[in-house]
């Protein structure tokens, strides 16, 4: 590998936030999957995770774009996933049109964060929601009800990826272990 894309993948390993993840339930589009992903590795995500609808578990091709960078764990149900999230000590934050959720802006980003984002059509299931510390939401003053779910989560993560940097986020230098970081910079120079 040459010397500068050796520097560059390391500098992306330092600014790599793995106490932030979001998590997709069933998110179907594979464009939408595949914008979500690169704004993930915009914003420094590591890892996403995902409970995969079934039409996309066979023909993945669209994930596999950013794919190199942000590692993507598939769960089997979301009870699964939230529930690995949460052994992280992730506060689970559930993307929702509701009455309760409050305003994304308002949310403390600093702290370990698992941003849960629904299905096109369908949104987030009422087991997801009940397992959520809190429901989130991007006010909209128009006659659209709601966005895109890859805009939706590109202006939540910049919102976090806003704090993180005034907090000194992006200074931490690599918190990756040691195998992974080894493991990206492998698969990098290939
Ligand atoms: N009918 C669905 C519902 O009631 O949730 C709309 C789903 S929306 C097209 C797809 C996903 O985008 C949502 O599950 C959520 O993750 C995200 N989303 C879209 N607009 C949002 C907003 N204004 N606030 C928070 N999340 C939003």
């Not at 999230?85 to 802006?105: C, G, H």
């Not at 128009?142 to 939540?156: E, H, K, P, R």
Request: with cysteine.
């Amino acid at each position: 590998m040459n010397p500068e894309r050796l520097a560059r993948i390391r500098l992306m390993l330092s600014l790599r936030q793995p106490d932030l993840t979001v998590c997709l339930e069933q998110v179907n589009k594979a464009h939408n999957i595949a914008a979500i992903m690169r704004t993930c590795d915009a914003v420094g995500i590591h890892e996403m995770h995902a409970v995969w609808p079934e039409e996309l578990r066979e023909n993945n091709r669209a994930a596999k774009g950013s794919h190199n960078w942000v590692k993507l764990n598939r769960h089997d149900s979301i009870q699964q996933a939230i529930s690995v999230l949460k052994q992280q000590n992730m506060q689970i934050l559930a993307t929702n049109l509701s009455s309760r959720a409050v305003d994304f802006r308002d949310i403390d980003y600093t702290r370990p964060t698992a941003i849960l984002f629904g299905a096109e059509k369908y949104g987030i299931s009422t087991e997801a929601l009940a397992l959520a510390d809190q429901d989130i939401i991007i006010p909209m003053v128009g006659m659209a009800q709601s966005l895109n779910v890859s805009v939706a989560s590109a202006l939540i993560l910049y919102e976090a990826q806003r704090q993180r940097q005034q907090a000194g986020f992006y200074q931490r230098g690599c918190l990756l272990p040691e195998n992974e970081q080894q493991r990206l910079l492998f698969e990098g120079g290939h």
